[in-house]
């Protein structure tokens, strides 16, 4: 509902020809008369559907239900969808029904040279540390499933603490890391 009160309605966006949304709390913006809208799906709401058929919390259910009933006109108001990959543009044609053109996100790529990586035997999530992410699920593997591997984890956000806990002694939270650290 917070959502759907601070972006359904922001008129200082209605003198732009197009608006291209990008994360899941813009999709509730209702466009002017005339004006072309694109939505860039980064992964589609798809905790919506799931919550409202395999959660067991009535509550859970019930939210999941609401959000899916309010978040289905918005589907109408795009002009196209684009989604990030391959694997969000399947998943944006099994929750929604849409099939978006994939666009992948703009990376230099170019001053990236894997044989100048360090190859000290260890693996790499890199990755906000958010619910929908499953960093800790990451972790959780490494440091029961697999001990003798080595996990580094950058990134930060509002599941750090959490990322943290669950990390056994070969697993690293390093935290947020700079754009040069991260090449």
Known sequence: LYYLWQF??????????????????TD?????????????????AAHYQDAAIREDSPISRAFGLISRTLRE??????SGF??????TARRVRQYLNIDPEVVYPPVE???????????????LSLSRLTPGKSVEEIVRTFTHDLPEKRLVVAGDGPRRGATEVAAGETVD?????PEERRR
């Open 28 to 44: 509730w913006y209702v466009p002017a008369d005339g004006q072309g809208l694109v939505r860039y799906v980064h992964s589609p």
């Open 109 to 123: 790529i170019a001053e990236l040279d894997p044989a100048a990586a360090p190859d000290e035997g260890y693996y």
């Open 173 to 177: 939270v390093v935290g947020y890391v």
């Open 82 to 87: 684009l989604a990030n990959s391959d694997l």
């Open 8 to 25: 359904s309605h922001r008129p200082e966006l209605h003198s732009y020809d197009v608006v291209v949304q990008s994360g899941s709390g």
């Open 73 to 78: 006109p918005t589907l109408n108001f795009p």
